[in-house]
Structure formats: structure tokens, C-alpha cells
């Protein structure tokens, strides 16, 4: 004697039950929920973010800096200068120093004891190589940036290597003097930060100017 599962009171043979039927309906609005927002955060939302940054390539792309065609660096991203004849940066703590892998400070407070040494062993140093009085060195001169690759310095930095970079090149003062004058960036907006000197930008006008 053959039997058959009971059918739900006032639902047809053959078709779904009110409950099959309710799961059906949530998965299919769940599966186009999916596909927009698949459609809207992976594939427009990315598009309108490109098109974006396109309207301002030099920032998406990181400002890079080219000298004769030849990518030199980004003005976002300091690097270091190698010889007296050349703007030197801030000092960097990032990997070996203006490593942009290993971007980083070196996280000594101001009363740690070996953080006072190395501000004072730069002090002597930079004195000595821009012929200053070590009471008149620029302070972030002695100092790292919390990223070790900030590209700027202040301009009492860049004007404190002046003289030295003048000497080293065979240039007159006056003349490099305004050209660091000629890259003194005010405050962003006019009352954000302060004002600096990009130091890649103002060694490849040096170049320029020395050619």
C-alpha cells in the first residue's frame, strides 16, 4: 500500500510551498543586491575614482619630478643629497635614511638622552659643514620628520646653506640666495603650516641655474 507525502492545507499539487516560496523570493533579492552592489562599489565607484584623479594626474600620480624627460623623484617623497654642492634635507631615520620602504621616525621622545646626542652631534656637524655658529643652525636641521621623507625644509634652512652651496659651485650668493627666495611656498590656504622650501625642486632650479 503506496502513500504520499501530505500537501499544505490550500496549496496546489505541484507547486512550492508558502515557505519554499518565501526563501526563493529572499535569495533572489539577496542575489540582486549582490550583483549592484558588486556593479556600483566594484566597478563604477572605481571608475568615477580614476576619472577623478585623471583631472589632476600630477597629484594622483604621486607629483613626480622630471628633469630632461627623466623621472628624478616626487616632490612629495625627500630624498638625499649627496656633496656640499647641493641643498641638503631634512636628516631622515626612515631605513638607512629617505628609505620611502621603510618610512618611519625614530620614536625618542624629547627627554630620551640618545635623541639629545644625535641633536647635538648634528649640530656640530651641520655647523661645521655650512659654517655657521651652532647656535644658529635652523632646528629642523638637527631634527627628523615624523616620516623621515619630508620633502621640504624651512626657508632659514635653505638660506643657511646659501653660502656653502654658492662656494661649492663657483655661483654668486645674491643669485642662489634668490632663488631659494623664488621657492618659498607660503601656508597652504594661507594660515596652514608653514612656509617651506621644496628641496628637490630648488636642487634641479640650482642645476639649471649652475648649466
Known sequence: MSTSAPTAPGAPAGRPSAST??????ARTGLVLLLAATAVLGLLYPLAVFGVGRLV????????VTDGGRVVGSALIGQASDGGQWFQPRPSVAGDGHDPLASGASNLGPSS??????????????????G????????DALTASGSGLDP???????????????RERGLDEAAVAALVDEHVRDRSLGFLGEPRVNVLELNLALERLAR
Open 21 to 26: 516560496a518565501g526563501l526563493l523570493r529572499q
Open 152 to 166: 621640504d625644509i624651512s626657508p632659514r634652512y635653505a638660506q643657511q646653506q646659501v653660502q656653502r652651496v654658492a
Open 57 to 64: 594626474p600630477d597629484r594622483a600620480d604621486g607629483r613626480l
Open 132 to 139: 655657521v655658529a651652532p647656535g644658529d643652525v635652523a632646528p
Open 113 to 130: 638622552a640618545d635623541l639629545l646626542a644625535t641633536v647635538e652631534e648634528r649640530r656640530a656637524q651641520v655647523a661645521a659643514r655650512d
